[in-house]
T-cell receptor
Framework: KAGVTQTPRYLIKTRGQQVTLSCSPI?????VSWYQQTPGQGLQFLFE???????NKGNFPGRFSGRQFSNSRSEMNVSTLELGDSALYLC?????????????FGSGTQLSVL | AQSVTQPDIHITVSEGASLELRCNYS??????LFWYVQSPGQGLQLLLK??????LVQGIKGFEAEFKRSQSSFNLRKPSVHWSDAAEYFC????????????FGKGTTLSVSS
């Protein structure tokens, strides 16, 4: 069974631009979550989507948004990029809503904002 | 406040020696506990998880962890370390109410010497 797939693997953007990251969950998994990983702040929860609805949101500004499609694939968008948005963005999927079945992570998208 | 503490930033262990990585948590609800491993430039791989029941849980790659409620700890152990175990290890805590919003520790980097 294929794992969580994230595209693109690397992105370079400039301040003020916007970016869209994509995530395909493990087949059969219906929940997709996003995390931001930085050296300073570590791993921080962004949001969780289940059945195309945002179920939970972390403490991030409104510039960070996401959506989930009927096939469970998810996209994350960051508008008006800031230097501090440079991070590894990790997508995780789980079979059901919540983490009781475990969260399975992709390899991430490394975003660099110049 | 909810938090996860991994007291050791970096540990070096000789190949073949035993390993114990420490994790302490502070969480208001009944916790789910996880250990993840991350190799450079990669996503997180789930090693093991604890939800309830037997407080000693077995995971992949020969790892195990013991939940001690009285000490708010969930330490990871391996009896004999292999050079391929060198990576960064993260402890995380969650709960039913939190969905997939896990709180991660800052991580412990494991180096293996020959």
């Amino acid at each position: 069974k294929a794992g969580v797939t994230q595209t693109p693997r690397y992105l370079i953007k400039t301040r003020g631009q916007q970016v869209t990251l994509s995530c395909s969950p493990i087949s059969g998994h219906r929940s997709v979550s996003w995390y931001q990983q930085t050296p300073g702040q570590g791993l921080q929860f962004l949001f969780e989507y289940f059945s195309e609805t945002q179920r939970n949101k972390g403490n991030f500004p409104g510039r960070f948004s996401g959506r989930q499609f009927s096939n469970s694939r998810s996209e994350m968008n960051v508008s008006t990029l800031e230097l501090g948005d440079s991070a590894l963005y990790l997508c995780a999927s789980s079979f059901e809503q919540g983490a009781s079945q475990g969260l399975f992570f992709g390899s991430g998208t490394q975003l660099s904002v110049l | 406040a909810q938090s996860v503490t991994q007291p050791d930033i970096h540990i070096t262990v000789s190949e073949g020696a035993s390993l114990e990585l420490r994790c302490n948590y502070s969480y208001g609800a009944t916790p789910y506990l996880f250990w993840y491993v991350q190799s450079p430039g990669q996503g997180l791989q789930l090693l093991l998880k604890y939800f309830s029941g037997d407080t000693l849980v077995q995971g992949i790659k020969g790892f195990e962890a013991e939940f001690k409620r009285s000490q708010s700890s969930f330490n990871l152990r391996k009896p004999s370390v292999h050079w391929s175990d060198a990576a960064e290890y993260f402890c995380a805590v969650g709960a039913i109410q939190a969905g997939t919003a896990l709180i991660f520790g800052k991580g412990t980097t494991l180096s293996v010497s020959s």
